[in-house]
């Protein structure tokens, strides 16, 4: 069966300033050869620390970023070749929730506006009276009351505005949805209604979602497999209980020790200060931190293998 999104071998380096005029701009690389694929249907969990690459993989899948090397195919169909109006199409079936609803929200016109405004871009044939009625179904189909579609952002709580954002995204009938760090900035009560929300819609509408987080336990909690990327490398990926229960990287051993429960990957984060990004690394990434190094890691990048059916890690001592 055709992957819904697959990363094939994807690259991503940002250019950066030299130190010496006469040499012109460095490159920094935050993505190495990236192949990852969702299903549809399916809640794929990216973690990492801070730095690793993972927003920046999220946003390739809605083409806000494009790989310097590899591909980017959605539904068989390669984006990163496209051109802006070949892609216009596709934009739709992907979309975005957003970390912080506070400031994903317009706070000059009401909410029912916010999410008309999807419904107008993409679907240009519905009346003004067609409009309001999809979105007063939105609304009520992520839990908040239609009749408060004309009230304004700023009378709603946090957990209520990342509703609208959710209502916002669904405008478009989307197929897959990246949820970066989307619950991250909510109480923890409230993420667990956010995510029982996004779980039932995922069972109505058949969604998929690439879901990126800090919070391991949010991860465990609502993903079907999950990739650690360790400095834009993703280090081991396989189905969620099988990494959580019998971690195969000591990187993931290493989160899953240092990280309380109560607390997400951000504030706890594994022993040892990781390389800067822009430094150079002949042999494993992790290998300064790692406990159980051997001499050819310092020398050699381990390739991603499988260990077990379904279970690729990318280490030497697995």
Same mark, same amino acid.
């Given at each position: 069966m055709t992957a819904l999104l697959r990363f094939d071998a994807v690259t991503k380096s940002y250019g950066r300033p030299s130190r010496f005029p006469w040499r012109g701009p460095a490159a920094t690389p935050v993505l190495h050869?990236?192949?990852?694929?969702?299903?549809?249907?399916?809640?794929?969990?990216?973690?990492?620390?801070?730095?690793?690459?993972?927003?920046?993989?999220?946003?390739?899948?809605?083409?806000?970023?494009?790989?310097?090397?590899?591909?980017?195919?959605?539904?068989?169909?390669?984006?990163?070749?496209?051109?802006?109006?070949?892609?216009?199409?596709?934009?739709s079936r992907v979309q975005m929730i957003f970390q912080d609803p506070h400031n994903a929200l317009d706070p000059a016109i009401s909410v029912g506006d916010s999410v008309s405004e999807a419904l107008e871009a993409t679907q240009?044939?519905?009346?003004?009276?067609?409009?309001?009625e999809r979105v007063a179904a939105l609304l009520q189909q992520v839990g908040l009351n239609p009749l408060s579609a004309g009230r304004r952002p700023?009378?709603?709580?946090?957990?209520?505005?990342?509703?609208?954002?959710?209502?916002r995204a669904l405008a478009t009938r989307p197929e897959l949805i990246v949820a970066d760090e989307s619950v991250s900035a909510l109480d923890v009560s409230v993420q667990a209604h956010i995510l029982n929300l996004m779980h039932d819609l995922r /069972?109505?509408? !058949?969604?998929?979602? @690439? =879901?990126?987080?800090?919070?391991?336990?949010?991860? $465990?909690?609502?993903?079907?497999? +999950?990739?650690?990327?360790?400095?834009?490398?993703?280090? /081991?990926?396989? !189905?969620?209980?099988? @990494? =959580?229960?019998?971690?195969?990287?000591?990187?993931? $051993?290493?989160?899953?020790?240092? +990280?309380?429960?109560?607390?997400?990957?951000?504030?706890?984060p594994a022993p040892g200060a990781p390389a800067e990004p822009q430094e150079p690394?002949?042999?494993?990434?992790?290998?300064?931190?790692?406990?159980?190094?051997?001499d050819i890691c310092r020398h050699v990048d381990p390739p991603a293998r499988t260990v077990v059916a379904g279970h690729d890690v990318a280490c030497h001592a697995a």
């Open positions: 050869g990236i192949s990852l694929t969702v299903a549809r249907g399916e809640t794929v969990g990216i973690v990492g620390e801070s730095g690793s690459g993972k927003s920046t993989l999220g946003r390739m899948a809605l083409r806000l970023v494009s790989p310097t090397r590899g591909r980017v195919l959605f539904d068989g169909h390669d984006i990163t070749a496209m051109s802006e109006r070949e892609f216009r199409p596709f934009r240009p044939a519905l009346s003004r009276s067609e409009r309001g700023h009378a709603f709580s946090g957990g209520q505005k990342q509703r609208i954002g959710i209502a /069972e109505q509408l !058949g969604l998929a979602y @690439l =879901f990126i987080a800090h919070d391991l336990a949010v991860v $465990r909690r609502v993903s079907h497999r +999950v990739a650690v990327l360790y400095r834009g490398r993703i280090v /081991e990926a396989g !189905g969620r209980d099988a @990494l =959580f229960d019998t971690p195969l990287h000591p990187y993931t $051993r290493m989160l899953l020790r240092s +990280v309380p429960r109560t607390h997400p990957l951000s504030e706890a690394v002949a042999g494993c990434p992790f290998y300064t931190r790692c406990a159980e190094r051997m």
